[in-house]
């Protein structure tokens, strides 16, 4: 993996958003994302702007990686004087609270249906 490749796929996992959010960003296949963030294309300075914009960076942060500036970036509370989020920030943790609560739920049902399983084959223990 590229330098820059990896640096883009830090900022993105930071930011939590995934390659096909990223590509479906950028009008590409989630194929062709994954090939910026292996290196194995060549990423024109323009791409590298929109990818810097929407993992709200400036270019030279996607070129030269400082991951403690970025994440202490990610940590400053966005919004007026008064420290309030801004609704695109509560629309985005409202929906990745909700992606969250929708993974528990799979994982608990299927949790609970190997525990089925488990009790078919050998009985309550």
Known sequence: MNGIGANIKNIRELRNYTQEFMAQKLKITQAGYSKIECGESDVPYSKLKEIAKILEVKVEDLI???????????????????????????????KLYEDKVS??????????????????KFGDI
């Open 64 to 94: 030269s990686f400082d991951q403690q500036r970025i994440f202490n970036g990610f940590n400053t509370v966005k919004g007026n004087n008064s420290n309030n989020l801004i609704v695109n920030d509560i629309k985005e943790i409202k």
């Open 103 to 120: 993974l528990l739920e799979k994982l608990l049902k299927n949790s609970e249906s190997q525990l089925a399983r488990y009790q078919d």
